[in-house]
């Protein structure tokens, strides 16, 4: 049995993406509570907040996550699905997931 989140954990609340491939579903992760001020946010709170999380779609556990703003007070997260695409490097495919953040940035981040 898994142990719960604490209350105000963050959330996804922009759609999930799925590799089929891989196996593997990316949640785009929304802030925790409260914004502007988190001297009271917890290491678990924290762990997942404006991150992309890769879970395995069968068995539900955490392939990998990336945060994008560490201990964010200004609500800078995921707004938007992750994309799935391959790209080139140095001549090979490589399957990437593109995930854009309220920050301006897009971040490029391998699939697997």
């Known amino acids: 049995m898994s142990t719960p989140l604490p209350s105000n954990s963050p959330n996804s609340w ?3 993406a799925y590799d089929a491939k891989l196996d593997l ?6 802030v925790t509570t409260p914004d ?7 290491p678990e709170q924290e762990r997942y ?3 992309v999380l890769a879970l395995n779609a069968t068995t539900g556990k955490l392939a990998w996550s990336y945060q994008t703003v560490h201990h964010d007070l200004w609500d800078m997260d995921l707004p938007s699905q992750p994309t799935l ?3 080139t490097v140095n001549g090979q495919t490589v399957p990437v997931i593109y995930a ?7 971040f490029v981040l391998g699939s697997s």
């Open 85 to 87: 695409a391959d790209i």
């Open 36 to 42: 502007i001020w988190g001297g009271n946010r917890t």
């Open 25 to 30: 579903v990316y949640l785009p992760m929304g």
């Open 14 to 16: 922009a759609p999930a």
């Open 49 to 51: 907040a404006s991150s």
């Open 100 to 106: 854009p953040a309220k920050t301006g940035n897009i």
